[in-house]
C-alpha cells in the first residue's frame, strides 16, 4: 500500500537542493528509516547518477517504499531492505547516509547505534545526513518544536527533541566529527557528519 506523509511532501524539494552540494558524485545511499519511500524516489529522480537503497524496519513502509518505487519507474531504487539501527545492518558499505526525522521519533539508545552503524559502513570522508528539529544549547529552538517535543513524548515516552551536543559527544565517540549545519524552513537542520 502506497502511503503519503504531508511533511515529506513539503520537505523534499528543500532537502534535495541541499544535498545537491553534500551528495557524492557517484556510489551507494543509504536511506535508513525511509518511511513511505516518497523522499528516496524523490532524490533519485533528482539525483540519477547515485544508486539508492532504502531501508526501513516496518514491514508496512517497505509495502509503502516498493509501490513508490515501481510507480516512479527508477533504475536506480533498489528494493527497500529490513534495517533496524540497533541490530546488524544487512548493507555492509555505503558512499553516503540519510537520516531524515528518525532520530526524534526513535527511542533514545537509537542515536549511538546510528552513529556507530554509519562509522562502520561508511569509507574515510563518507557523510551521514541527517535531517529534523534538535535542541541546541539545552534549549529548544522554537515555541512549534517545544509543542512537537511534547506531542512525540505524548505519543511514546522514549521518543523526543534530541540535544545537538549530546549527538555530537555519541557521534564523536564514533569517529563522525559534524563538519555543517545548515538551517531548514520550520526550525529543522541539516546536519552533516563525516567520518575521520
Known sequence: MRLSSPSALRNRAPIADVLARLLPTEGLVLELAS???EHVVYFAERFPHLAFQPSDPSPEAHASIEAHRIEASRANVRSPVLLDVCAPWPIPNADALLCI??????PRETVPALVQGAARVLPSGGR???YGAY???GAQTAKSNEDFDAWLKQRDPRFGVRDLEWLQEESEHA???LVERIAMPSENFILVWQRK
Not at 101 to 106: D, E, G, K, L, T
Open 35 to 37: 518511511g513511505t519511500g
Open 101 to 106: 526525522n528518525m532520530i526524534h521519533i526513535s
Open 128 to 130: 551521514l545526513i541527517t
Open 135 to 137: 535542541r541546541i544549547g
Open 175 to 177: 569517529g563522525l566529527v
